[in-house]
């Protein structure tokens, strides 16, 4: 990758429907080299194209960070459940003082105190859980909370 591959990448997270055109047009390039461009970072694994919806689909709702304590033979079972979870947008296993840590998307909060202590809680290897709403975004590279 170099410098033009990055300044693509960059207009492609302030608005990934922009058309080649104006991404060629913003960093000073032909419409041509984006096409070319774009396609070889894309073949070689470079970067994907996703589409990210709100929470579960729908503008506004809430969005927390759960920190979770799991028995450390069943990380790999608990990871796999958490992440089948339709709330659940991200989940990952951690090194530190938590195993694992999940991206929770809900309508309000009270559907967030229903799914962490009818869904989450409930999952067999999880010994404790330690949630942060998010309160304002600073930055959000994937576009998740706009």
């Known amino acids: 990758m170099d410098k033009i591959d990055l300044e693509i990448i960059d207009e492609?997270?302030?608005d990934g429907?922009?058309?080649h055109r104006e991404i060629a047009r913003a960093i000073?390039?032909?419409?041509?080299t984006i096409r070319r461009r774009l396609k070889n970072m894309?073949?070689?694994d470079l970067i994907q194209v996703r589409a990210v919806t709100g929470p579960l689909g729908r503008k506004g709702g809430h969005h927390c960070i759960v920190e979770i304590f799991a028995d450390p033979n069943m990380i790999d079972s608990v990871l796999e459940n958490v992440s089948r979870m339709e709330e659940v947008?991200?989940?990952v296993s951690a090194?530190?003082?938590?195993?694992?840590?999940i991206w929770v998307d809900t309508k309000d909060f009270d559907a967030f105190g229903q799914f962490l202590t009818q869904q989450l809680r409930p999952t067999p290897g999880i010994?404790?859980?330690?949630?942060h709403i998010v309160l304002s975004v600073a930055k959000d590279r994937e576009g998740r909370f706009g």
């Open 12 to 14: 492609l997270v302030k």
């Open 17 to 19: 429907r922009a058309s």
């Open 28 to 32: 000073g390039v032909s419409e041509g």
């Open 42 to 44: 894309l073949d070689d």
């Open 89 to 91: 947008s991200y989940a």
């Open 95 to 101: 090194a530190g003082r938590c195993s694992i840590i």
């Open 127 to 131: 010994v404790r859980t330690e949630s």
